[in-house]
């Protein structure tokens, strides 16, 4: 068997001088050469069936501009390259003009999604009916704005255990406040 390029470049030349069996085997193994490129950079089988025609399109107005003394395999891809940049580059502005404008988005987020409606101030009537440890624990992380780690200097305690005092706290504080 011969190599497909030689093959390619020999249907090329058979075309351009009037063959036009020697232009449908020159489509065809263009088509068999350029389908791999197109499946690893595209997606969706119609998108590569559907670029390849534009490429084979390409091919035939551009055949006019192939030099025979040339190899025929890099003519083609360079064609097949600037056909996919083109596709790529209208697909992704396509995409960019029917996205979301974040600042949009950003007038539905406005509240911060993580705060609460429940404060320290309208559960301090519950804190205070803790264990004075974890009332004094919550109420110097909470009220008072200190860290564990300040919390645990102040009183006398371990951090891991100042946490686990707030954990505990908080599981207290969750069933009455769900009552």
């Known amino acids: ?10 249907l090329m030349r058979q075309s351009l001088a009037g063959d036009p069996r020697a232009y449908a085997a020159l489509l065809q193994g263009t088509s068999r050469l350029l389908r791999p490129f197109l499946s690893k950079r595209l997606s969706f089988t119609s998108e590569v069936d559907d670029l390849l025609q ?3 399109i390409s091919i035939h107005k551009a055949r006019h501009t192939y030099d025979g003394n040339r190899p025929y395999k890099p003519w083609a891809y360079a064609i097949a390259k600037f056909r996919l940049q083109d596709h790529l580059r209208a697909h992704y502005s396509d995409l960019l003009r029917h996205a979301d404008d974040l600042f949009e988005l950003e007038d539905f987020l406005h509240e911060d999604v993580t705060e609460t409606t429940i404060s320290y101030e309208s559960i301090s009537g519950e804190v205070e009916k803790l264990p004075e440890k974890q009332a004094t624990i919550l109420r110097m992380m909470h009220q008072e704005g200190y860290t564990a780690k300040e919390v645990a200097e102040k009183i006398g305690m371990n951090e891991s255990a100042v946490k686990v005092a707030a954990h505990r706290a ?3 504080l969750k069933v009455k ?3």
């Open 177 to 179: 406040l769900e009552r």
């Open 170 to 172: 908080y599981k207290i």
């Open 54 to 56: 534009e490429i084979l």
């Open 1 to 10: 068997m011969t190599d497909t390029t030689d093959n390619l470049e020999a």
